[in-house]
Nanobody, 116 residues
Framework: VQLQASGGGLVQPGGSLRLSCTASRANFRIDIMGWYRQAPGKQRELVAWGTHGGRTNYADSVKGRFTISRDNAKNTAYLQMNNLKPEDTAVYSC???????????WGKGTLVTVSS
């Protein structure tokens, strides 16, 4: 399984970005897809995850601003980030959990910078 993330960049406070994460070579159902982030000097934080069946969960710091969604047919997860704040600046990494093959699969991080 290979994960390809995209959509990071520079945005002003209050702006929006959408991250995408697509899994290729995934021959089994992807049970969970989600995003972590890590800012310089801070611990890695679980931002959001979504199940194949549509259940979602969010860190308190992003509730009401971020939305995770999935297109199961495309093995893709999206993270819509609205009302971005400077403290959202971090490298965002997506992951996929596939119970049939075990383990967690990771994509390369994408940098999100929120700055005026």
């Amino acid at each position: 399984v290979q994960l390809q993330a995209s959509g990071g960049g520079l945005v002003q406070p209050g702006g929006s970005l959408r991250l995408s994460c697509t899994a290729s070579r995934a021959n089994f159902r992807i049970d969970i897809m989600g995003w972590y982030r890590q800012a310089p000097g801070k611990q890695r934080e679980l931002v959001a995850w979504g199940t194949h069946g549509g259940r979602t969960n969010y860190a308190d710091s992003v509730k009401g601003r971020f939305t995770i969604s999935r297109d199961n047919a495309k093995n893709t997860a999206y993270l819509q980030m609205n009302n971005l704040k400077p403290e959202d600046t971090a490298v965002y990494s997506c992951y996929a959990d596939i119970a049939a093959v075990g383990g967690r699969h990771w994509g390369k991080g994408t940098l999100v910078t929120v700055s005026s």
